[in-house]
């Protein structure tokens, strides 16, 4: 059996660890082991051995806040285990801790020699994804200092520096080189007959420019705090008492989203804390991610709006930038805190390569204020708010070409709507859009965005012409789109047009966002809700992102026919929004189904294979385990149908 991943996280730092607490050092793969925080991985190799041997492991890792697992030395039944090893680890932010606890089975004096092999290689989490790619780094040194209690490893490029700290109580025996730059923590216990010893590990993280972390004193500290956190959070939510699976999801979500949450500075340099977008490649701000997270949250968890709107206008474009695709009034589509974002070697220190990011920023601030009343944020974001608008008339196109339009990112991504994959904007055949594209989805974001800034104008900036403007700008779009998108022989709207202004002609999911956000007349939008809930779209775990029987569809493409929970969500908010209530409730019934089956967690994403032939939901092989979006969906299923 292959070690499975467990994944502990806090803020801005989670662990990958295998079923017996170790990290192996893997380099590449769909998902390496290891202590990751902004960025880059501060600890690489975590590894014990018991009197010079791997131990087996009799109970792994479960899934979980924190690690616990237990492990015997290996033998037969002839020879019982001399002694038990319980393991229990946890992070915090920038920290790692792990207490081991090792106890004797033999009725007389026993000494055990327990090692730990570390190493920190501070690779970057670009340099792990398996896209084949290399990045040069030119003076780039390590170090290894050893410490009375333990061993720091540093790095340094230039003015980058960063380090890992490895301490233990009591100090280790000694610190021993292995001939690999890992460094091996030695210690020999004596045990009692019966008795036992504990080691208490704690591993430090601090990436370039960051204070030492505040060092927890031990795991359970730490799930002390988780808990009192995830509670925290999930309190006053009033989850539906006659549909327990639909409650159980929303509690499972509402703790991600309290875990899930980093570092970020608001307008005034204020301290924040947002939603990441998921881990493990993206604990990072996703434009896009964060504001429908916020958005889904919004009705039961308001601050996550009230953080996320200010980190994005902090972080807004205001001048034009080739590499990273920044115009004025721009909304950031990701942030980037490692050693190749800082080199300039990946473009996503602040990358802007979004097309719907800066409308669904309008969108959230519109709806923020008409479900609190905070009218104060909306004065504050004002200037954020017009530059937006801005973008979207100028640069987005809506003045020049009618609508949103985005060309293909040579070194950034090649498609910048919410199906950001190559090829995922594709015709039924399955050929790819070429020229500028202008996706269907990110025009329904427009629109709302419009209207809703509008509402803002007349009521909180008592400006009667800019809001009469959009009003006008959101009608003109509304007509366009439903005369130039429309497929009349398909009764169904394109997935974007090409260069050309051709259909992009493949039947896709994000037809609902134009439900969820009103583009669409009542005849129209009814034809498409019902049509969304047809075997080929509706996989019985959710609509599928691309119906099958087109040559395009794939269960297991990573938006050519999978099943996204945050894309279900949206569309049974807008099938509400259309009196779809029915279909609303069939959506949300097969997505609280499928996390039911995950032990009530919706992942990113699910393969899109048929409930009528798999009894389980499939998953799809690279998903995100915890994603912000999906954490949320659940919220936003009870939002569209209530506890039904």
């Not at 047009?497 to 992009?504: A, I, K, S, W, Y």
Request: proline fraction near 7%; aromatic fraction near 8%; glycine fraction near 10%.
């Amino acid at each position: 059996m292959t070690d499975r991943q467990h994944l502990l996280v806090r803020g801005g730092t989670f662990a990958a660890v295998g079923d017996s607490g170790d990290i192996s050092g893997v380099r590449g793969g769909s998902s390496p082991d290891g202590l990751f925080v902004q960025d880059a991985r501060h600890l690489s190799r975590w590894q014990l051995t018991v009197d010079g041997a791997v131990p087996e492991t009799l109970t792994p890792v479960a899934d979980g806040d924190t690690a616990r697992c237990v492990l015997v030395p290996r033998g037969g039944r002839q020879e019982p285990p001399a002694y038990t090893l319980f393991r229990e680890q946890a992070v915090a932010d920038g920290a790692f801790v792990e207490v081991l606890r090792v106890t004797s089975n033999r009725p007389v004096p026993t000494t055990v020699h327990i090692a730990v092999t570390a190493d920190a290689d501070f690779t970057d989490q670009f340099e792990l994804r398996s896209d084949h790619r290399t990045y040069t780094k030119i003076g780039a040194t390590r170090s290894r200092q050893v410490l009375d209690d333990g061993v720091e490893f540093g790095y340094q490029r230039g003015e980058w520096h960063s380090s890992t700290t490895v301490t233990s109580e009591p100090a280790p025996d000694g610190v021993e080189e292995t001939g690999t730059g890992a460094r091996r923590l030695v210690w020999s216990l004596d045990l009692e007959p019966h008795g036992s010893a504990e080691l208490a590990l704690r591993v430090a993280a601090r990436p370039h420019g960051t204070p030492h972390p505040e060092m927890p004193l031990s795991p359970s500290a730490v799930n002390e705090r988780l808990l009192a956190l995830e509670d925290e959070f999930a309190h006053g939510v009033p989850f539906p008492t006659g549909w327990p699976e639909l409650a159980a999801a929303c509690a499972r979500g509402l703790s991600d989203l309290a875990v899930l949450q980093v570092p970020a500075t608001g307008p005034d340099g204020e301290d924040l804390r947002v939603p990441a977008a998921g881990v493990p490649w993206f604990l990072t701000l996703l434009g896009r991610d964060a504001l429908l997270t916020s958005l889904f949250a919004l009705p039961y968890r308001p601050e996550l709006a009230a953080a996320t709107l200010p980190a994005l206008a902090a972080t807004q474009a205001t001048e034009a930038g080739t590499g990273a695709v920044a115009q004025p009034g721009k909304i950031v589509h990701e942030v980037r805190h490692g050693e190749l974002a800082h080199f300039d070697q990946v473009p996503y220190g602040r990358y802007y390569g979004s097309v719907d990011a800066t409308p669904l920023f309008l969108v959230v601030l519109g709806a923020y204020v008409e479900q609190t009343g905070d009218v104060d944020l909306a004065r504050r974001l004002e200037p954020h708010a017009r530059a937006a608008v801005g973008w979207m008339l100028d640069h987005g196109g809506l003045t020049s070409r009618g609508y949103l339009v985005y060309r293909a990112d040579e070194g950034g991504l090649a498609n910048q709507n919410w199906k950001d994959s190559p090829g995922s904007i594709c015709s039924a055949d399955g050929s790819r859009a070429t020229g500028p594209v202008t996706a269907a989805g990110a025009q329904g974001y427009a629109y709302d965005a419009l209207r809703r800034t509008a509402q803002l104008a007349r009521t909180v900036w008592a400006d009667e012409v800019y809001a009469a403007l959009l009003e006008q700008a959101a009608s003109d779009l509304r007509d366009r789109f439903q005369r130039d998108f429309w497929m009349a022989d398909r009764s169904f709207p394109a997935l974007a047009l090409d260069g050309d202004g051709n259909h992009v002609d493949a039947l896709a999911s994000d037809a609902g966002h134009l439900l969820w956000s009103g583009l669409l007349d009542k005849e129209f939008g009814e034809l498409v809700g019902r049509r969304l809930l047809e075997p080929d779209f509706f996989s019985g775990w959710g609509v599928r992102t691309i119906a099958s029987g087109q040559p395009a569809y794939h269960p297991l493409s990573y938006h050519r026919g999978s099943v996204w929970p945050h894309d279900n969500a949206l569309i049974a908010l807008g099938l509400a929004r259309y009196g779809l209530h029915d279909e609303a409730r069939t959506v949300a019934h097969a997505l609280v189904d499928a996390a039911t089956a995950a032990g009530h967690r919706l992942p990113e994403v699910l393969a899109g294979y048929g409930r009528d032939s798999h009894r389980e939901p499939v998953p799809y092989p690279h998903a995100c385990v915890r994603e912000s979006r999906s954490a949320a969906a659940p919220l936003a299923l009870l939002t569209a149908v209530g506890g039904a």
